[in-house]
């Protein structure tokens, strides 16, 4: 279970759709999802010739189109590319609630665009740390650098794992089973837990095979992420429930929080309850349960 801090991460992100920035039909639909996430790239979904389409496709849905309680957010291109630049000249003023900032390797591009950001916030009276990051860390050198990428900004919310890129880069090819990204895929929960930050699963590309995508989902889960990238329509409520404490775990952490809690004042330590001890860290494991329902039910 990821170790969430409740009063930095405010919201749910079980479920993080990627959509073309340059298809306006494609982000209109998209609102009607009922997703926790909407991204709207500019990045590897959009042609080279379409940027500057993108671009202004996406400032104006920001500005006109209602996303309800979906999170708006929007990809840009990596720092090294010619791209970035217009990128953050075009959409930082349509005022996305997050920038996703992909093939991150140290905290220089966290730390750029949060100052550009806060020169902005400045300038037109908006609420200081309005505007998220999250960031994607798909190269080697990216998973090496986790730790530094995690303490970069105070404006950085979670971490994307990018696993097609990490294959390139690792020189493999990808595979159903996942082995070959698996230990950085664990390294990237390990250390969002440790800086209080969630932790985003990768896509799986096969949007037909919704039995895989269950089971990878419900893997991703049990091993700390928080949730899922996505990028069809399809795969939103198969990742949701995945990322949504049941009822019977939900019901479980409450007898546990109320049992300890109540034994505490008593001056116990641990406690057994149908023949299971019940100590500190069963406790705190409970109340993980909870903040993630409290989360999921509130965004």
């Not at 309800?68 to 930082?92: C, P, Q, W, Y």
């Not at 950085?156 to 230990?183: K, M, N, Y």
């Not at 895989?212 to 399809?234: M, Y």
């Amino acid at each position: 279970m990821c170790s969430l801090d409740i009063s930095k991460i405010s919201r749910s992100r079980r479920a993080l759709l990627y959509l073309p920035g340059d298809d306006l039909h494609k982000i209109q639909k998209a609102i009607t999802l009922g997703v926790d996430c909407i991204c709207m790239d500019i990045e590897d979904g959009v042609a080279l010739t379409n940027k500057e389409v993108a671009r202004q496709t996406i400032a104006d849905s920001l500005k006109r189109l209602d996303f309800g309680h979906s999170e708006k957010l929007v990809r840009v291109n990596a720092m090294n590319t010619a791209f970035f630049e217009d990128d953050l000249a075009v959409i930082l003023p349509a005022h996305p609630d997050g920038v996703v900032i992909p093939k991150v390797e140290d905290s220089r591009p966290i730390q750029i665009v949060s100052e550009r950001i806060r020169l902005l916030e400045k300038d037109q009276g908006w609420v200081s740390e309005g505007i998220i990051l999250i960031v994607i860390v798909e190269t080697p050198l990216g998973v090496l650098n986790l730790r530094e990428i995690c303490q970069a900004d105070s404006r950085l919310q979670a971490i994307i794992f990018g696993a097609e890129d990490l294959a390139v880069g690792l020189g493999v090819p990808r595979t159903s089973e996942g082995w070959e990204v698996f230990h950085a895929r664990a390294e990237l929960v390990l250390h969002c837990a440790a800086f209080g930050l969630q932790a985003i699963d990768m896509v799986n590309n096969d949007y037909h095979d919704l039995v895989t995508l269950a089971h990878e989902a419900r893997q991703g889960a049990e091993l700390g992420f928080c949730g899922k990238q996505v990028i069809h329509p399809n795969q939103v409520p198969i990742v949701q429930q995945a990322f949504t404490p049941r009822r019977e775990e939900v019901s479980w952490a409450e007898e546990i929080v109320k049992l300890y809690e109540s034994q505490q004042k008593q001056g116990r330590g641990a406690v057994g309850m149908e023949g299971r001890l019940v100590d500190m860290p069963v406790y705190r494991q409970a109340q993980n349960i909870l903040a993630r329902a409290s989360i999921t039910k509130n965004s």
